[in-house]
């Protein structure tokens, strides 16, 4: 029998295509996935083209191009790289069920600084609930603001797409990623309820596409699990230009005044860095942008600090933030100690604890004993740290909490600790001792550097960990 020539398999987990059957799918490692599909099916929508593809020599090319559209929210266009949101780029914001996302996005709705028109797609709530939060946030204050934002309760792509044709809006959002379906994706996909990663992965593309071909941006949302990972936004990820994910802190933190604080992070960003974060509090006006970050995460108390606390000077992308560091050592419950640390990357906490133990034979006594204890490692107002500054903090606190030492209170640290134990420089020392110092911290613990930074007021330097606790505790 002749071989129809016009068919191609077709993987139905992720979508690779194979011009012959195979059983596993070579590109997401699924079997059984690979579905007889024929070729114009498969090019019809997702491929659809404009006559011949064309070249442009580079120097042709408008620079322009890429104008952004700001989202009115300083910190959201801060992560966003300067300005806010490139034209013709995506942004997909994750985060977990109720931490914000769908209020961001209608924040943003009514904050973009636009001309254009503003489509906001939801199949998620219906146009009346959609009403009763615009109104909580006190938009309806404004009516050309209530008047702009055009909403469309809907995830079918076909709809969508429509609505998109109609009225060419320059501003995208869409909430969510999970509630998209198409009637086209189904001939591909092996499920065609909205949510399955083919519906989302197709709708999602098609709704890039569009923004890319008429000068918009889109914003897209997607729902994430505790654990993170969850494989629906996961392969989103490499589709859009830039991923930014919602964390929250828990609320039963220790800290006074900020019960509820979110924290936006880009963990992709095509145009911007990845090291801005944006810190939101969450109100009964929704989400503000919290500008006065300096001593947010510090605990308010009178005089001493309790042994097992150091306070950190740490940079979180332009801004320098004091973090409460909290350490608690107790002799190990099982055969192997273990740390526990959700804030700050376990690995590195290990890492330090055992350049402490090595490095730290004061008075020719043995090194500190940590490998025995079990470590808990907490960082004040729930703040997920990642800055390498942090270590030398660190290592004070987890001193501190195995020896019942209390450091003390008008001390800051910065620094980056070595397998070595010697200490390394960190980036914009002057700045964190700045801000140290107009929060009232009158001595800052921090690496050895050169002259210039050397001239910062309060700024003790040591080149070890070992100099770093004699010079604390004042040992000889
Ligand atoms: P929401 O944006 O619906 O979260 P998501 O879309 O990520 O699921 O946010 C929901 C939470 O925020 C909900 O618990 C109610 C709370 N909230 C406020 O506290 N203040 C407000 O002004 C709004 C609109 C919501
Ligand atoms: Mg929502």
């Not at 398999?9 to 059983?23: A, I, R």
């Not at 964390?247 to 900020?258: P, V």
């Not at 055992?354 to 808990?376: I, N, V, W």
């Not at 209170?409 to 980056?416: P, S, V």
Request: charged share 20%.
């Amino acid at each position: 029998m002749k071989k129809q020539k016009n068919l191609i398999y077709k993987c139905s987990s992720c979508g690779k295509e194979e011009p012959k059957w195979l059983g596993r799918c070579p590109e997401c490692g699924e079997w059984n996935t690979f579905a007889e599909t024929s070729i114009s099916a498969a090019n019809s929508v997702m491929y659809k083209k404009k006559g011949l593809p064309q070249t442009l020599p580079l120097a042709a090319i408008d620079p322009m191009e890429g104008s952004r559209i700001s989202s009115g929210i300083g910190e959201l266009d801060r992560i966003l790289g300067g300005n806010g949101i490139m034209k013709r780029s995506s942004v997909l914001i994750g985060g977990e069920p109720g931490i914000g996302k769908s209020t961001l996005l209608l924040q943003i709705a009514a904050a973009a600084v636009t001309k254009g028109r503003i489509l906001y797609v939801s199949g998620e709530e219906s146009a009346g609930q959609l009403r009763l939060r615009a109104d909580r946030l006190g938009l309806n204050a404004d009516k050309s603001v209530m008047e702009r934002i055009e909403i469309l309760c809907s995830g079918n792509l076909e709809e969508i797409e429509t609505v998109l044709n109609n009225i060419k809006p320059v501003l995208v959002l869409i909430d969510s990623a999970q509630t998209l379906f198409s009637d086209n994706a189904s001939m591909h996909a092996s499920n065609s309820v909205p949510g399955g990663i083919n519906q989302m992965k197709f709708c999602s593309f098609e709704l890039i596409s569009w923004v890319k071909e008429h000068d918009a941006a889109l914003i897209l949302t997607a729902h994430v699990t505790k654990e993170g990972l969850i494989s629906g936004p996961k392969t989103l990820e490499h589709m859009v230009d830039t991923v930014l994910y919602f964390e929250q802190n828990d609320k039963t933190s220790s800290l006074s005044g900020t019960a509820d604080c979110r924290f936006l992070r880009a963990s992709k960003n095509r145009f911007g860095s990845t090291d801005e974060i944006g810190i939101f509090t969450m109100g009964e006006k929704g989400l503000s942008p919290v500008e006065d970050t300096g001593s947010m995460f510090l605990v308010r108390r009178e005089g001493e600090l309790p042994p097992g606390v150091a306070i950190a000077a740490v940079l979180e992308g332009s801004r320098t933030i004091m973090v409460e560091i909290q350490a608690l050592c107790i002799p190990a419950k099982g055969t192997i100690s273990r740390v526990f640390s959700d804030k700050i990357d376990s690995g590195r906490v290990s890492r330090i604890s055992a350049a402490l133990e090595k490095h730290l034979g004061l008075q020719g006594k043995p090194g500190l004993r940590l490998s025995d204890q079990d470590l808990y490692i907490n960082a004040a107002g729930g703040i997920r740290i990642t800055e390498v500054g942090v270590e030398l903090a660190l290592a004070c606190a987890l001193y501190s909490a195995r020896t019942g030492l209390a450091l003390p209170a008008d001390l800051a640290i910065a620094g980056e600790l070595s397998l070595t134990g010697e200490i390394r420089p960190v980036r914009r020392l002057p700045a964190r001792v700045k801000t140290a110092a107009s929060l009232g911290f009158n001595s800052f613990l921090g690496p050895v550097t050169d002259q210039s930074e050397s001239n910062s007021s309060g700024l003790r330097q040591a080149g070890n960990i070992k100099s770093a606790i004699k010079m604390i505790y004042g040992y000889n």
